[in-house]
């Protein structure tokens, strides 16, 4: 039960975290006409955060 | 150049491995090897999210807006987050109360009303319609491109005949499939496992073939996404794509498309029975949680790079950017690819028609029709016979009636819209239930009136602001209010409602149906009064994590039934054999041998609801059980009157609970004060056998002495007089004794005698020193006083005082190795006596034992101080009764100064120049 919660509060925290990256102002921030290794520094900005929240709710939930 | 007929034949051959799928999923059950109970298939089968909108529309999308198709992936991603909370406690509440539906969902909650589970359906209809053709248009035009190439430019859809066109056929096919394996038995709680096994196979396909084309155009015709993204870079309206460009509400659009996606995620009636209905164990969830957004991400990997390389490698205005998945492998000659991706945008298709049909014709047999039957007087008991048969027959007639509405759709609207939009029309159509969903599960406060006052000012302002003015626009309505607001009324136009302008149609219809959705949901909730059943269902739905088992909640319930009726009733909806199983179950659970000594009681007609709920939905079940139970209305003053019983009953067993505490509590005082009894008991008899034992001692000496002098009369005078010498030290240390002992009993009961009066402390002092010399002197321990040659008088008991300093003193002279201190000080208004040794001193832990009465007695041997030890006690007793304190300071091994204070009487005398006495 005590890891079911702390599951839930890291998850939440996480959420919130994820509203912040994924909206504004931060996106305005990379919203720049740019290239960062090949790709625009939009695209990029915005993968890789995605690519790193589902990982970290992936550790979150499946960490022992 | 692709034959139709090899495309065809590729597409049948696809469906009917889709077919066998199924077939073989629902086999595996009969054979007890549950192929969805998996958490991956779980997982994978929420991906039926990924429709064609995704497959071929998110390209469209991004080849005009760049990132603008991203919303509604980022979305479900951050919502995954809260499922461990949201979409758990869905579950678990749908689980508990056999809920197959969401239109079930927000009936059963507030307080199993019809009307709101037939409001909740009709908008899901609506709403829903227009998606379902969006799936059908898209394998139509996919289907004519591929046989139309190189012809790009697509004909017209009403050019091509009904029964020439591959969606009429497709969306049959897949109506055909729903009914085959959607509405196989009746209970929709027993889950439809071929079907989302299939469903699971269909998400794979789908994304291994997007991949596949996105591999394909990155690596194959490209040089990898640095390649792409710096050709496009060279095209300034490419290059526009890469940021959010410069509208002042770009942010805006991206945030409100977010959530959304984020309520469509958790309230399309499809991802409601993938991830509801379907789920077989909480703990897949888990699983989902982080594998289902992985899932989206992999399938938009590819979707800008396709979509930039679509607008670098086609341009004219007949080409339709949604095909751009298709157009790509085509155009660079990759057949094979190009039918691959074409049997991916199928599957993703079919997979929405599939789950997206069940779904509804669930809603629409329980919510819709079966209420109305109900009500009628056809189906009242004992007139119709198969009722199963018919709940069944309607579910498929509903399947293929919304399949068929669906295409109808898709004939009419023609290419009007992209396929993005017509989706996004579709979330903003289901995003009204999230008020009353998400309010209902947290808030006991909202009502039936505010869900439906919610919900229909949300599905007006909706309608109002999005799918109506697109049907203008797609010339299927007469008349210019989209420009001019109806009758020149400016600030009612359906696209800048209120003068709201500059947001894109979607946010700006989800704005305003949210705000009058949650305000009119808020102000109905709090404004009406709650029934006794909404009440219940509020509670049972917000604290379902709370509820142990069934039976434990007080019912508000007050009928008469029998239980031949309610079997009656359940044969007639679920079927003989399986109605008389789950008796037989309940009648087990109850403890009784056969279904015939039930009881018709509350608890009875409860299990038959649920049981009924889960076949045609919470409304109709107790439309249904109240055709056999004549329930008595509850009045107001009568389920007060239950609740007064029950919390009666509460605080009855409150009091009981806090009177076994006292009791405990008084238990445990009393066997402390037994204890602490025992231990006086014992101390008192070592303290009387150790003043026995010392009384003894000079007693011995003296009969000794006697007898000496009594069996030898001839002994010489000096022998003679140092015996009676030791008779009478003897005797003055036996009456020593017994007065201590004596003051020590006076003391300890309060009769002691005191003789108050002025007392000069020097005085004091110097008479205990001069009845103490002796001692120093026999032990040859060397004495310092100090003592100012004036002391103010203190008021005390002169005698009671030479006492104490007696005490001291002669404790000091047993242990001093060679020297003792007395010191005499004025410290402010107290006089100060300190009595200084050398001895071995005193640890701490014994600084404070030794002046307790029988501590002192009962303590080790050796180190006991000879007569009876009472002397400290007593004298700190003395000295307190004075007004004063007598405590100890030692270091072992560095001695022990013993010093008492005792106020001064009057503040007179002054100290004089310190006299020293030796001796």
């Keep these: 039960m005590n890891k079911h919660h702390v599951v839930g509060q890291r998850l939440a925290a996480l959420f919130f975290f994820g509203m912040l990256v994924f909206n504004y102002p931060l996106l305005s921030l990379v919203n720049v006409d740019g290239m960062v290794g090949g790709v625009p520094v939009l695209y990029a900005y915005l993968f890789v955060s995605w690519v790193a929240f589902v990982g970290l709710m992936a550790v979150i939930v499946e960490r022992k | 150049m692709l034959q139709p007929w090899v495309i065809a034949l590729v597409a049948l051959g696809y469906i009917g491995v889709l077919f066998a799928i199924a077939y073989y999923g629902d086999r595996r059950v009969t054979a007890g090897r549950s192929l969805i109970n998996n958490p991956y298939v779980y997982a994978l089968s929420l991906a039926v999210y990924c429709t064609a909108w995704t497959f071929y529309g998110s390209v469209g999308r991004a080849a005009t807006t760049g990132v603008g198709f991203l919303p509604i992936y980022v979305g479900p991603t951050l919502m995954a987050a809260l499922w461990w909370f949201v979409l758990r406690k869905i579950i678990r509440i749908s689980k508990v109360n056999r809920i197959t539906s969401i239109a079930d969902f927000i009936a059963s909650r507030y307080g199993k009303s019809t009307l709101l589970g037939s409001m909740v359906t009709l908008v899901a209809v609506v ?10 248009k898209a394998v139509s035009i996919s289907f004519t491109l591929l046989w139309h190439f190189p012809d790009l430019s697509l004909p017209p859809i009403n050019t091509i005949p009904v029964l020439r066109d591959t969606g009429f056929y497709v969306a049959l096919m897949m109506a055909a499939f729903a009914i085959l394996f959607g509405t196989r038995h009746l209970d929709a709680t027993e889950h439809h496992e071929g079907l989302v096994v299939a469903i699971a196979f269909e998400s794979v396909i789908k994304l291994v073939a997007f991949l596949a084309v996105g591999v394909f155009v990155t690596y194959g015709v490209y040089n990898g996404f640095g390649d792409i993204f710096t050709q496009a870079a060279a095209r300034p309206e490419l290059r526009r794509l890469f940021t959010f460009g410069d509208s002042a509400h770009a942010f805006e659009n991206w945030f409100w498309l977010t959530v959304l996606s984020m309520m469509a995620i958790m309230f399309l009636p499809r991802q409601f029975q993938m991830a509801v209905v379907e789920n077989v164990n909480e703990r897949h969830l888990n699983t989902a949680i982080w594998l289902f957004p992985l899932y989206l991400i992999l399938i938009n990997i590819f979707v800008l790079p396709i979509a930039l390389a679509g607008r670098l490698t086609v341009s004219g205005p007949d080409v339709n950017a949604d095909m751009f998945v298709l157009l790509m492998p085509m155009i660079k000659g990759n057949e094979l690819l190009a039918l691959f991706t074409f049997i991916g945008g199928l599957s993703a298709a079919t997979g929405m028609i599939i789950v997206e049909t069940v779904a509804l014709s669930t809603m629409v047999s329980n919510d819709l029709l079966m209420p109305l039957l109900l009500r009628t007087k056809v189906l009242r008991p004992s007139e119709h016979q198969d009722l199963p048969s018919l709940l069944l027959l309607i579910r498929r007639a509903a399947i293929l009636f919304i399949v068929l509405l669906g295409y109808l759709y898709f004939r009419l609207t023609g290419e009007a819209l992209s396929l993005v939009s017509i989706g996004l029309i579709s979330f903003a159509a289901v995003a009204q239930f999230a008020p009353a969903i998400i309010g209902g599960i947290y808030w006991k406060g909202g009502t039936r009136l505010g869900a439906v006052v919610g919900l229909v000012s949300g599905f007006l302002v909706w309608a109002y602001t999005l799918p109506v003015p697109s049907l203008v626009q797609a010339g299927w309505l007469e008349g ?15 696209y800048t409602l ?3 302008s500059g947001l894109d149609p979607v946010t700006h219809s989800l704005f305003w149906s949210m705000v009058a959705n949650i305000g009119g949901y808020l102000v109905a909730s709090l404004i009406g009064p709650q029934s006794v059943i909404e009440h219940r269902q509020a509670s049972l739905f917000v604290d379902v994590f709370k509820q142990v088992r069934r039976g434990e909640h007080i019912r508000l319930w007050r009928g008469t039934t029998s239980v031949p009726d309610i079997q009656n009733l359940l044969e007639r909806f679920v079927g003989r054999r399986r109605a008389r199983a789950a008796l037989a179950e309940y009648a087990r659970e109850r403890g009784v041998t056969s279904v015939e000594e039930l009881e018709a009681d ?28 004549t329930e008595e209305p509850l009045s107001i003053e009568q389920v007060i009157h239950m609740l007064d019983e029950a919390s009666q ?93 004596l003051d020590f009993a006076k003391l300890e009961s309060g009769m002691f005698e005191w003789h108050v009066s002025e007392v000069n402390l020097r005085s004091v002092v110097e008479e205990a020193v001069a009845s103490t010399e002796h001692l120093f002197r026999e032990r040859n321990v060397r004495l310092r006083v100090v003592v100012p040659a004036h002391v103010p008088t203190v008021e005390a008991d002169h005698d009671r005082l030479v006492q104490v300093m007696f005490n001291l003193l002669s404790n000091a002279a047993k242990f001093a190795q060679d020297w003792v201190e007395v010191r005499l000080t004025l410290q402010g208004d107290v006089v100060r006596v300190d009595v200084s040794d050398n001895g071995p001193g005193i640890s701490p832990e014994e600084q404070e034992l030794i002046f307790e009465k029988f501590r002192q007695l009962s303590r080790g041997t050796r180190n006991r101080p000879q007569g009876t030890g009472l002397g400290l006690p007593i004298s700190r007793h003395i000295v307190e009764h004075l007004g004063g304190r007598l405590w100890v300071e030692s270091t072992p091994g560095a001695g022990a100064t013993f010093s008492f204070i005792l106020p001064v009487m009057v503040s007179e005398g002054a100290i004089a120049p310190v006299g020293v006495q030796s001796s």
């Design chain 2, 127 to 136: 709403g829903i319609i227009p998606y379902i053709a969006l799936q059908l």
């Design chain 2, 498 to 500: 209120f003068g709201l």
């Design chain 2, 602 to 629: 509350s608890e009875l007609v409860d299990f038959a609801e649920r049981l009924l709920a889960g076949t045609i939905g919470a409304a109709s079940a107790r439309v249904a059980i109240a055709t056999v139970v």
């Design chain 2, 649 to 741: 009953v509460i605080a009855y067993s409150r009091q009981l609970e806090q009177k076994s505490h006292e009791l405990e509590a008084v238990t445990a005082e009393l066997r402390a004060a037994n204890e602490r009894l025992k231990e006086l008991d014992r101390l008192k008899d070592e303290f009387i056998s150790t003043v026995t034992h010392e009384l003894r001692t000079p007693l011995t000496s003296i009969r000794a002495m006697a007898e000496i002098l009594y069996d030898h009369p001839e002994l010489d005078t000096n022998r003679r007089a140092q015996f009676l010498g030791i008779i009478l030290k003897e005797s003055e240390r036996l009456s020593r004794l017994i007065n201590q002992v």
């Design chain 2, 480 to 494: 210019n209010f989209v420009e001019q607001g109806p009758f020149g009324i400016t600030w009612l136009r359906p």
